[in-house]
């Protein structure tokens, strides 16, 4: 395994969608060292997931981990879940507005307005088919890394461009009041 650089904005790399991987692909030694790096790169830099186009491999793969981030102290736990073609279909037209930073956008963070239900299809690190559902907080964790497969960034998404903020200022001006909200989420939906 080895570190990875990240790709930070600007690069094309993020603004190209990434391409759909074969299961025979998925199934090879290259591609499998491939994750094992995409996990080992998240890790080291504390993300909360990471895709692989922010490591400059143009493939439908992103990987999420949240286990007392730093970063990100108020999210709750999500064990590491790697997603090979994800699609994500909204179960529902409400959103909440998720405080939203990116290791490809340095010290930047904004409100993005996110569904707050989601079904996620996509296959494992197996090629096993994955369907399942996720809600609150953790669901914005799930938009965020699919958008990067399609060539989005969450600037690409933030609806009022006073909310961003550098990292000192969020903790000095804004953690506070969406720390309160973000609580709420995640008491309400469990995650
Ligand atoms: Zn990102």
Known sequence: MSLRKIAT?????????????????????????LIDDLIETMRDANGAGLAAPQIYEPVS???????????????????????????????TDETFDNYEGCLSV??????????????????????????????GLSAGTYQHEVDHLLG??????????????????FERFHQRAFIERAKALVERFGS
């Open 9 to 33: 904005i600007g690069h094309p790399i993020l603004r190209r969608p990434a391409r759909q991987v074969t299961r025979d692909e998925l199934l090879s030694p290259t591609f499998q060292r």
């Open 61 to 91: 793969l992103c990987a999420i981990e949240v286990d007392n981030n730093p970063r990100y102290p108020y999210k709750p736990p999500i064990p590491l879940t790697v997603l090979v073609n994800p699609e994500i279909i909204p179960i």
């Open 106 to 135: 340095p010290n930047l963070r904004g409100l993005v307005p996110r569904y707050t239900q989601v079904r996620v299809q996509a296959l494992d690190r197996q090629g096993n088919p994955l369907d399942f559902h996720v809600r």
């Open 152 to 169: 989005k960034v969450f600037l690409d998404r933030v609806r009022d461009t006073t909310s961003l903020t550098t990292w000192a200022d």
